[in-house]
């Protein structure tokens, strides 16, 4: 079922509990329709379902937004330890060269 469908579906049932919930013989009255008040309270609560669907969208957006700002943070936090890793490296190999050429120079000086 589609929700345009499902929509309706639920319309036609807030206007059968709306005319469940009004009193028969005055806002509900098939005898004097001009001072039915269904429609109104039906409209109401499906304005409030509305407002509550659009709520939950915005939730879900917010959240959506959220985890995307959170994943590029790390995204950016991996790329700077990565970064940080090379360098180690490199300084190390560096440092492991000088050692050898010192250690190289000092045997061949004996």
Known sequence: MNKTKHFRSLIDDLEQLASLMLCKGVHNSKTQPHLSQVDEI???????????????????????????KDFLRMQEKAAQA????????????????RVECSHSSHLSMR
Do not use: N
């Not at 940080?84 to 300084?91: G, M």
């Open 82 to 97: 990565a970064q940080a890793k090379y360098e180690l490296e490199t300084e190390s190999e560096e440092f492991t060269e």
């Open 42 to 68: 039906c409209t109401r609560w499906t304005e409030k379902i509305e407002e509550y669907s659009h709520i939950q969208k915005m939730r879900k957006k917010l959240a959506l937004l959220k985890a995307k």
